[in-house]
């Protein structure tokens, strides 16, 4: 269904908001009817219906009609809701499991799946497969909107912008040739749109060749075995994500991307702290002089603010 053309007040916040995402760098769809649909449903999620004085969550799909399903997607339910109000109808879409579809030209739809969408990477998947923009309002009452070229965040104070971990996989390979392609796509999504997305600091230490174990740098004092978990397994994610959000330190990663120990120290040589300046804060130049000192590694650091570094040799590779 095409967005209705909202008068007064709402209206005007609708055009500020227009406004604010092409400040903040969000791009919006070519399309005129779907980029409005989007403008409408940014609004909603941003002041949506409270119900004694609690805001509840939401969550939108919108697409036209060239661009939705791409893939198919299993284990979806679709619920005729196109004789309801809309205003009824977004209070069924909890933004995890529920959303409304909205399709330029075409009738409302109510999607129910059996398992959650609430994080950002089962998000970014859903976009990517059906072509559809995917608006949520989390928990805490941020604004997410995932598309198949990107993800925007809105944190009641500003939107920002990052690309696809697919996009940084083409960024980063052409540096690191001798890499393993898929565990560098795997490794980019936790990163991207596990560790960052939950605002999770952490420091990985990937070993493209050998034992991470052994290396020189390596402190194991404190280090913390776990079970293997492999990056090949997405179902192993979560755990590593809780783990990380725990410990202090680095995790290590051997060439196949396997992890087996957590919490372990990085140590620099004089030569690295002699050749290179810190570079933003003891995490990030730990992580640069490791590198620098170990060029079998490629180490990754997310800052718990949400962005992401990836060094080699010293130098820190292309991820903006």
Not at 91 to 117: E, I, K, Y
Not at 157 to 172: D, G
Request: charged letters at 25%; hydrophobic letters at 40%; aromatic letters at 6%.
């Amino acid at each position: 269904m095409t967005a209705p053309r909202v008068p007064g007040v709402v209206e005007r916040r609708i055009e500020r908001l227009r406004h604010e995402l092409a400040d903040d760098g969000v791009s919006l769809p070519a399309d005129e009817e779907l980029c409005d649909l989007l403008l409408v449903e940014l609004d909603y999620a941003r002041h949506p219906h409270a119900h004694e004085g609690v805001a509840p969550r939401y969550g939108a799909l919108l697409a036209t009609p060239d661009t939705i399903g791409k893939q198919p997607v299993a284990e979806v339910e679709l619920v005729d809701i196109s004789a309801l109000p809309l205003a009824v109808s977004r209070r069924l879409a909890d933004g995890r499991s529920s959303f409304v579809a909205r399709v330029v030209g075409g009738p409302d739809r109510l999607v129910c799946f059996d398992r959650t969408r609430e994080y950002e990477s089962s998000a970014v998947h859903l976009s990517t497969d059906t072509g559809a923009l995917v608006v949520q309002r989390l928990g805490r009452g941020w604004i997410r909107l995932s598309t198949p070229d990107g993800v925007a965040m809105w944190d009641g104070i500003r939107w920002s912008t990052k690309p696809l971990s697919m996009t940084l996989v083409e960024r980063v390979a052409p540096h690191v040739p001798a890499a393993d392609r898929q565990v560098l796509a795997n490794l980019l999504e936790l990163c991207s749109h596990w560790l960052a997305a939950g605002r999770v600091g952490a420091t990985i230490v990937w070993c493209i060749d050998g034992d991470p174990a052994a290396l020189p740098g390596v402190g194991m004092q404190a280090a913390v075995p776990i079970p293997p978990l492999e990056l090949h397994h997405r179902s192993h994610f979560a755990a590593l994500l809780n783990a990380l959000s725990q410990y202090d330190r680095a995790a290590l990663v051997d060439a196949s991307g396997t992890v087996e120990r957590v919490g372990v120290h990085l140590r620099s040589t004089d030569r690295s702290r002699r050749k290179l300046a810190p570079y933003r804060g003891t995490r990030h130049t730990s992580a640069m002089r490791f590198s620098w000192d170990e060029p079998s590694s490629i180490v990754f650091v997310v800052s718990s603010n949400g962005t992401l570094s990836v060094f080699r040799e010293g130098e820190r590779l292309p991820t903006d």
